[in-house]
């Protein structure tokens, strides 16, 4: 069974630009969740999706958006990237049906 | 105050010796306790997941849960030096919230 796959695994962009992040969850997965992880923060909840509906949202601005698709893969999207946005950017996959189901990580996206 | 305390570590134990990883929470409402494994520069793999209070136990790894003392643990037995890596412990309510509420990590260095 495959796992969480993140693309693209590192990214490079200057400050201003825009990114957008991909995530595919494990098949039968309906819920992602997105984290960022930081060396002096950690890994911070960013939001979740289930079903193409974001059914909870961390405490980032507004820069950090994402989306679900019907096939429930998602994207992250960071417009007006600032120097504190590098990161890596991690997705988790889970069955989502009941709270607290198990969830799985993808290998995630470094961005500098 | 954070609402999940880790001690970052570094750990340094000799290979077989019993390792323990400890994680206080302040949030009574926490239900689903989970406890990841986390290489350089690679996604966390979930190692435990348990709900409530008590004991599970996988392999070399037994996950504790005191709820009365906000208290968890994880336990690896006769340690190896591939166990070298971060350990996180991870949590959330059950409530239909999917936010995991992560600790700051754990650097465990297995020695040979």
New interface residues.
């Given amino acids: 069974k495959a796992g969480v796959t993140q693309t693209p695994r590192y990214l490079i962009k200057t400050r201003g630009q825009q990114v957008t992040l991909s995530c595919s969850p494990i098949s039968g997965h309906r819920s992602v969740s997105w984290y960022q992880q930081t060396p002096g923060q950690g890994l911070q909840f960013l939001f979740e999706y289930f079903s193409e509906t974001q059914r909870n949202k961390g405490n980032f601005p507004g820069r950090f958006s994402g989306r679900q698709f019907s096939n429930s893969r998602s994207e992250m999207n960071v417009s007006t990237l600032e120097l504190g946005d590098s990161a890596l950017y991690l997705c988790a996959s889970s069955l989502g049906g009941t709270a607290g189901s198990e969830a799985f990580f993808g290998q995630g996206t470094r961005l500098t | 105050q954070k609402e999940v305390e880790q001690d970052p570590g570094p750990l340094s134990v000799p290979e077989g010796a019993i390792v323990s990883l400890n994680c206080t929470y302040s949030n009574s409402a926490f ?2 306790f ?1 406890w ?1 494994r986390q290489y350089s ?6 190692l435990m ?1 348990t ?1 409530s209070s008590g004991n599970k136990e996988d392999g070399r790894f037994t996950a504790q849960v005191d709820k009365s003392s906000k208290y968890i643990s994880l336990f690896i037995r006769d340690s190896q030096p591939s166990d070298s890596a971060t350990y ?1 412990c ?1 949590m ?14 754990t650097r465990l260095k297995v020695l040979a």
């Fill in positions: 239900q689903y989970m990841y520069r690679k996604g966390p793999e979930l997941y709900y996180l991870a959330s309510v059950a409530s239909g919230t999917y936010k995991y509420i992560f600790g700051t990590g």
